[in-house]
């Protein structure tokens, strides 16, 4: 009788990436169509320098929820991610506002200091989904984040050819679609 969740849960961690990666590899060309080249860059630049930070929010703790044995120490993990993730947000709000117009400058971008106020909210929600995501694995709720990683695609593939179809095609709408996406998935989980 184990091997059959065994089985299931297996079955769902393999096939969702690849049925969201086919979903994605589907609706790409139409929303690269809709989209300058240039929008695609500032959400990549931004979303570069939005990682640097992000990659810090749990400080790693994130991994070790899966690990103790006991629930009251996978708890007190959960409540160090959850302070970490408070912190380094606080933190890089403070950068933003203290070189919100140098960062841009250095990086020969001015219109990302429009998006840059966007920064602790990514990650926010980053170090959020990370935490969330190792927690319901040591749950073994694994159709949850399958919903979550489903969901995610969905979200951000619709969000982006509707405001293309619109006349929205800026890379405002795809920084916004990723702010979305990363909202939707964290309340899935």
């Not at 929008?39 to 979303?47: E, I, K, S």
Request: one cysteine or more.
């Amino acid at each position: 009788m184990k091997k059959k969740p065994f089985a299931q849960d297996v079955l769902t961690l393999v096939s969702v990436p690849i049925v969201s990666q086919i979903f994605g590899i589907l609706l790409t060309p139409i929303v690269t169509r809709m989209y300058a080249p240039e929008a695609f860059g500032l959400v990549n630049m931004l979303g570069s320098f939005i990682m640097i930070l992000a990659v810090f929010s749990t400080m790693g703790y994130h991994g070790a929820i899966i690990l103790p044995k006991n629930d009251s120490t996978a708890t007190n993990i959960l409540l160090v991610c959850f302070f970490s993730m408070f912190s380094v947000s606080a933190i890089s709000f403070l950068i933003i506002m203290v070189w919100k117009d140098v960062i841009p400058a250095k990086l020969n971008a001015p219109s990302l200091v429009n998006y840059l106020w966007l920064t602790p909210i990514f990650v926010f929600l980053y170090g959020m989904y990370m935490t969330l995501r190792y927690w319901k694995t040591r749950l073994r709720r694994f159709d949850d984040l399958a919903a979550s990683r489903i969901s995610e695609i969905v979200a951000r593939k619709t969000y982006q050819i509707s405001a293309g179809y619109l006349g929205f095609a800026t890379s405002g709408n795809l920084i916004y679609s990723d702010l979305v996406t990363a909202i939707i998935k964290n309340l899935v989980l």
